[in-house]
């Protein structure tokens, strides 16, 4: 019962002179103290993938350069003639065959590296912005709603963290109930031209250089689909490998930019362009039911457009690197599986209903990937200390007096300069930061975002990562942690390293508002 009680938070959510309602919510469980050793086994194994050229080759190399430092230029070829006089020929050239086997081997199992050139964050015009209280207005005067419905909505939108100048669709103020196809294709092409159009201004790259096109929205997923489109919009050329994503959430983003990467280990000097987006007016619920409402309060307009490239000379022109991508998913449990669903209501109306257990099953999600994560990013000294922990505990353990010894937990703020956390709820971002030990600093940028532009689904760790860059937080060698997780139930991260200093963008939808933030007391 004590553990269960943990689990749960209390708030005041209404209050006049004669009463008060409390909410009590399910927190994020503890998990930085709580560490399934499978999942960290699984991070030592990609760690070590390469573990034997890392060990042999540095030692060869100190070795060859001893000897080598030993001797003076005429000494060293004198030498080398000497010993290969000195054995058979046919051993000498086995030996050069079985190294230069070795070397090609080696470098054609090497991966390519991926850099990221530039990215472009969709801006809304400014006759789409709403506040919350317009945004109630208007639910109001589209009849959708009944009156408990709207208070319902309005309680969600008081401590959703979301500010007064996010953007919606003109068709949800429309009286029908159901959006139209036509809407969401109207939606859809407002904004993912918008986010495409910038980002091929900003890199100068022609439509058609893409060779790989990357396109995920979870829930409108038209015929010809989204990426088909896109390719007919920018009359791209006719071998392009394309994929369109769908249902797969708000961590498809990071989906996305790891199917990306696989192609382009596949094929050589490409250009791929990754774009995640979601549908917001399409997928607007208009019944009663509460859990499938919530969706309604907190997602908003947005689109994202990331250009990769796998060729060596853009090296100089990039702004990242890619270092790791990290993917866990959880739905073999059913429970887990249809912790955010999406179904018909008893009206028929379609719509995302969203579980109370949401926060435990995100929290056991969180858990599993950073702990999968953290091998990779972690500095040694905190790899050595868990290590160490981990090896005793396995070695000394006693039965039942061990389980109850808390494992020593990394510093994870140790392995990241940046933080782009999805920016879901304000109430999910203070549990993370409870969890793992935040600062004010590493929540802002997802913190920033939700309010200014609300929870734009899989795009949300763009806008936090252009909110660091309008800031000029982003220095040579910085790692960025890029987090996002979504129905299924999925968790992803996306670490990057930068290889310059990055000034403020000319174009970037923080330019006229990042002054402003962060925000007192937010």
């Not at 709603?145 to 309680?155: G, L, M, V």
């Not at 689109?303 to 702004?319: I, P």
């Amino acid at each position: 019962m004590a553990a269960e009680q943990r689990l749960l938070s209390t708030e005041i959510v209404d209050r006049d002179d004669a009463a008060f309602l409390v909410r009590v919510r399910r927190r994020l469980p503890d998990f930085v103290n709580s560490v399934n050793l499978k999942y960290v086994k699984l991070g030592y194994h990609y760690l070590i993938k390469h573990g034997l050229y890392l060990a042999t080759i540095p030692a060869f190399l100190l070795v060859f350069g001893v000897e080598v430092g030993s001797l003076n230029s005429g000494k060293t070829w004198q030498k080398i003639w000497d010993n290969m006089a000195g054995h058979d020929l046919a051993a000498v050239i086995g030996f050069l065959a079985v190294l230069m086997f070795t070397l090609s081997v080696y470098l054609l199992s090497r991966t390519r590296s991926i850099y990221l050139l530039d990215f472009a964050c969709y801006k809304p015009h400014d006759d789409l912005k709403v506040s919350k209280e317009q945004l109630i207005e208007l639910s109001r005067k589209s009849g959708k709603f009944d009156e408990a419905s709207i208070e319902f909505q309005k309680r969600i939108l008081q401590s959703s963290g979301i500010g007064d100048e996010s953007y919606i669709p003109k068709s949800i103020g429309k009286s029908e109930c159901i959006a139209t196809v036509k809407d969401g294709r109207a939606e859809a092409s407002t904004v993912i031209f918008g986010a495409l159009d910038e980002l091929f201004e900003k890199t100068r790259v022609l439509p058609r250089e893409v060779g790989i096109l990357v396109v995920n929205c979870s829930l409108f997923n038209p015929t010809p689909s989204l990426s088909a489109m896109v390719i007919h919009h920018y009359q791209m050329m006719k071998n392009i490998l394309n994929f369109n994503l769908g249902g797969m959430g708000c961590s498809a983003g990071i989906i996305a930019l790891d199917l990306a990467r696989d192609m382009l280990q596949a094929n050589p000097r490409k250009y791929a362009v990754v774009v995640s987006t979601e549908m917001v007016g399409y997928n607007w619920y208009p019944g009663k039911e509460r859990p499938m409402l919530v969706s309604n309060c907190y997602f908003r307009m947005g689109c994202s457009a990331v250009l990769l490239s796998n060729r060596r000379r853009d090296y100089h022109r990039a702004k990242y690197r890619l270092e790791h991508i990290v993917r866990t998913h959880k739905g073999a449990d059913d429970r887990i599986f249809r912790c955010i669903y999406r179904k018909e209501d008893g009206q028929k109306f379609k719509g995302i209903k969203i579980s109370r257990d949401l926060m435990e099953i995100g929290g056991d999600a969180i858990k599993t990937n950073i702990t999968t994560l953290g091998p990779l990013v972690l500095p040694f000294s905190e790899q050595f200390i868990f290590f160490s922990t981990l090896i005793s505990k396995l070695l000394f353990s006693n039965g039942i007096d061990s389980r109850h010894k808390k494992p020593y937990i990394p510093d994870y703020k140790l392995a990241f300069e940046h933080f782009c956390i999805q920016a879901t709820s304000k109430t999910v971002l203070d549990e993370l930061q409870r969890n793992l030990e935040l600062s004010d600093k590493n929540l802002e940028a997802s913190r920033a975002a939700l309010h200014r532009f609300g929870n734009t689904s899989s795009s949300s760790i763009w806008y936090e990562l252009a909110y660091l860059e309008a800031k000029e937080r982003v220095q040579r060698g910085d790692r960025i942690w890029q987090l996002s997780f979504g129905s299924g139930f999925k968790c992803n991260s996306a670490v990057w390293k930068s290889l310059r200093k990055i000034r403020k963008p000319s174009r970037n939808p923080w330019l006229d508002c990042v002054d402003r933030y962060p925000q007192p007391g937010y």
